[in-house]
């Protein structure tokens, strides 16, 4: 079987990340040939920890300017012909119309991921380019909802949605034994701009003054969300209780360090990879309730949910676990239990696996 990804974004992000993992997997696993299709203009780090894994030649034909290119998907065409792809994964919708029209010279297999929470578009070339896509992934039950929302009268084009569930390569570990301690560390980590919620996170710091606490922050300050960063937090009340990490290469490592973990993020999430990396190392979260998070958090049981629009419920929030050091060890325990019987990557690699092999 040879399987081929079209990577359409030049840069590194979750989408490139999860088929690194699967392709990683794949290579380890089956006995599968892989390639990657970039472009030109890729980031030449990106192209070559990719190549470490299969042939990563560049399409000339990507981006906005060939989108709906019958002459770029006829190039296609060619190109997966002259490999012998049985399999064009794609996990942008700006390759759906090439893909398909490739269909009308190649005969292969083509599935698409939806990572994102948007509704589809729904003129009638998009339908057409939809019809030809064999299974479409949608990464949480939230995306598939708000993606079809594009057709509440009419019959969905795809001819099979699945809903795959995203999982993260965690190592995996027993229940993590966290020490009690007097002062309970809060960990972050994602992007550090608004849509994550970066600044409501330093608005609970503030409300917390009276329990004690760190925290912690890891990610990647944007360059141009860094005036605005660096003012916010000079002005904040807290900060002498905020770390900040930087961006962390291995964020596994990090994690047993602390006893709660938080994701306050203002947009909806489509399937959160952070959450999935502290449900599989057994740390309790606190969580904005306004995406696929309630789809992996139970309120209450296996993490806390609150509303990102509130800034009242995430300090009460954090205020219980702090002060409740076995309230953080039955939520850590459960949340652990739930990602090692439903998110494991041996779990969502077998369903991917099967998708493959219909």
């Known amino acids: 079987m040879t399987i081929a990804y079209y990577i359409a974004s030049p840069g590194w992000g979750g989408g490139e990340q999860y088929v690194y993992d699967l392709a990683r997997t794949l290579k380890a696993e089956k006995d599968v040939r892989i390639l990657f299709l970039f472009p030109p203009h890729s980031d030449a780090k990106m192209v070559e920890r990719f190549s470490e894994l299969g042939e990563c030649p560049a399409f000339n034909y ?4 060939w989108r709906f290119s019958v002459f770029a998907g006829y190039q296609l065409a060619i190109w997966l012909k002259q490999n012998h792809v049985d399999i064009l994964h794609l996990n942008n919708r700006i390759a759906y119309f090439q893909a398909a029209v490739a269909k009308h010279f190649y005969k292969y297999r083509l599935i698409a991921t939806q990572h994102l929470i948007r509704t589809a578009k729904h003129s009638l070339l998009w339908q057409w380019s939809y019809r030809k896509i064999d299974t479409l992934i949608c990464v949480s039950q939230f995306v598939k909802r708000q993606y079809l929302s594009a057709f509440p009268d009419k019959k ?19 229940q993590i034994c966290r020490q009690d301690v007097d002062v309970p560390r809060i960990f972050y980590h994602g992007r550090v701009c608004e849509e994550k919620g970066v600044y409501l996170l330093l608005d609970i710091a503030e409300q917390l003054l009276d329990t004690p606490f760190e925290l912690h922050i890891a990610g990647a300050v944007p360059q141009k969300e860094q005036a605005r960063w660096e003012k916010a937090l000079g002005a904040c009340r807290a900060k ?14 990090h994690i047993p360090n602390y006893q709660i973990a938080i994701m306050p993020s203002l947009v909806p999430e489509a399937c959160g990879i952070a959450l999935l990396d502290t449900m599989a190392m057994g740390l309790p979260c606190v969580a904005s309730d306004n995406g696929a998070e309630v789809e992996l958090i139970e309120h209450g049981r296996s993490g806390m949910l609150c509303p990102p629009s509130q800034i009242r419920p995430w300090v009460e929030a954090l205020r219980t676990l702090i002060n409740d050091p076995e309230l953080r060890k039955r939520m850590a325990t459960e949340a652990q239990n739930d990602f090692n019987r439903h998110y494991t990557y041996d779990v969502f690699f077998n369903k991917m696996w099967t998708i493959y092999n219909e």
């Open 156 to 174: 969905c084009p795809f001819r099979n949605v699945q809903v795959l569930i995203n999982s993260v390569t965690a190592p995996v570990t027993e």
């Open 62 to 65: 990507t981006g906005k300017l």
């Open 240 to 253: 002498e209780r905020i770390r900040l990490l930087g961006f962390c290469t291995n964020i596994w490592e």
